[in-house]
C-alpha cells in the first residue's frame, strides 16, 4: 500500500481503534510502559494512532505525535485532551517528517514499522530528527519463533496486510540494517510476537 492508501484505511479503522482503546491498554499498556516509560525530555510519538502511549509517557515529557491519518490525529488530540496532558498532535507521513534536525531528545514509535511503506526511510526520519545524544524508542511486532504461531501468522499475512495495512510476519530488526540508526539493546517477548527496541543515531 501507498502512504495515501494507508491513511484511508486508517481514518477508517480509527473508531474501531478507539472502541477497542479499553482492551488495547489491558494487552499492550504494560508493554508500552516498559517500553517508553522513561522517554525524557522533547518527546516525537511517531505514528501515534489514537494516542494509546500518551498515558504511558512520562508526565514531564514534552509531547509532539504525528500520524498519516486525519482521523487519528483528532483521536491522539482528544486524548491529549482527556488525561489533561499538553502536548500538539500534526497530520504527518513518517517518511517526511517536517521537523528541523535534532529536534528530540527521545523518539518512540509502537507497532509502526509493519504499516509504513517503506520503513528505512521511516527510521531514517526518525533519527535525523532525534539528538546526537537522543534514544529512538520502539515496541514492535513480528512473526513469531514459535513454529505453530509463526505458521498462522504466514497464512493470516495478505489477510491481515489488507485489513489492517499491518506486516505482521515482519522482523522488525532487519529493516534498522543500513539506515542512521545503532540499536543497543533490543528484548523479544510473548512468544517472539513483539520487540522492545532502543537505538540511537548513528
Known sequence: MSGDDIATLYDELADRYERWGRANHLFSGPLRKRAFGDASGRVL?????????????????QLVGVDISDEMVEAARAELERLRRGGTVYRMDAQELQFPDDSFDTVVSALSTCT????VAALDEMARVCRPDGRVLLLEHGRSGVELVGRYQD?????HYEQHGCRWTQDPLAHFEGTDLTVIESETLLLGVVTIIEARPA
Open 45 to 61: 510519538d511517531v505514528a501515534c494512532g489514537t494516542g494509546t502511549n500518551i498515558r504511558y509517557l512520562p508526565p514531564t515529557a
Open 155 to 159: 497464512w493470516r499475512a495478505d489477510a
Open 116 to 119: 509504513f511503506p517503506d520503513p
